[in-house]
């Protein structure tokens, strides 16, 4: 089985920035993508950025393209999400996802494997 947890987030002002990390363990072998997504209360889970298992290719979403970076260290099994200009409306619960295969894909379906979210609250 694969875990995964992420860490970093928490209270800052708008402007500001922030980097979310996502630890994987377990049997790490079976993760092919890795993806960021959030969710704020009333509001579906939000696709935010994906990245393949070489690291070589990623997705973006457009909401958040410029301002969202996704990143990931192979040998610390660890995935990262720099993120600037952080604005209120991105106040939410962010989530790790892990696919067992590979797609790029921004659909929730798609990711095997769920970390527990780390919240993320930004004032102004």
């Known amino acids: 089985q694969v875990q995964l947890v992420e860490s970093g987030g928490g209270l800052v002002l708008a402007g500001d920035s922030l980097r979310l990390s996502c630890s994987a363990s377990?049997?790490?072998?079976?993760?092919?993508?890795m993806a960021w997504f959030r969710q704020a209360p009333g509001y579906e889970r939000e696709f935010l950025a994906v990245?393949?298992?070489?690291?070589?290719?990623?997705n973006v979403a457009d909401s958040v393209r410029g301002r969202f970076t996704i990143s990931k260290d192979k040998a610390k099994n660890t995935l990262y999400l720099e993120m600037n200009s952080l604005r209120p409306e991105d106040t939410a619960l962010y989530y790790c996802?892990?696919?067992?295969?590979?797609?790029?894909?921004?659909?929730?379906?798609?990711?095997?494997?769920w970390g527990q979210g780390t919240q993320v609250t930004v004032s102004s």
């Open positions: 996802a892990a696919s067992d295969y590979y797609s790029l894909s921004p659909q929730t379906y798609a990711y095997r494997f």
């Open positions: 990245i393949s298992y070489s690291g070589s290719d990623t």
């Open positions: 377990g049997r790490t072998f079976s993760i092919h993508d």
